[in-house]
């Protein structure tokens, strides 16, 4: 069993940055893979990033690929989502996510409470 807690979120201005955190609590975290989706108002939730515990696979959804960067604090059971150039159509609730499979699709197994991000124009 996992829990995820998200934070980070806010109100930012077009071409900002922000970075979200989320904060893992349970046991064998090496056995998942984890990662970001977001869901914005009306529409369906989105794959954003996703890496493995060891740091070795990492992959973006198109649309973020080149301005958000996933990372992760073994140590500290963290994962990290580095946003920047923030455009408006960023603005969305921010969920982290664990799958002992992939985190791909929408629902993945375990999954925080989110985060909103909203960005201005």
């Known amino acids: 069993q996992l829990q995820l807690v998200e934070s980070g979120g806010g109100l930012v201005q077009a071409g900002g940055s922000l970075r979200l955190s989320c904060a893992a609590s349970?046991?064998?975290?090496?056995?998942?893979?984890w990662g970001w989706f977001r869901q914005a108002p009306g529409k369906e939730h989105e794959f954003v990033a996703t890496i493995t515990w060891s740091g070795t696979n990492i992959d973006y959804a198109d649309s973020v690929k080149g301005r958000f960067t996933i990372s992760r604090d073994n140590a500290n059971n963290m994962v990290y989502l580095i946003m920047n150039s923030l455009k408006p159509e960023d603005t969305a609730v921010y969920y982290c996510?664990?799958?002992?499979?992939?985190?791909?699709?929408?629902?993945?197994?375990?999954w925080g409470q989110g985060t909103q991000v909203t960005v201005s124009s």
């Open positions: 349970g046991r064998a975290f090496s056995r998942y893979f």
């Open positions: 996510a664990a799958d002992r499979q992939v985190v791909r699709a929408w629902p993945p197994d375990y």
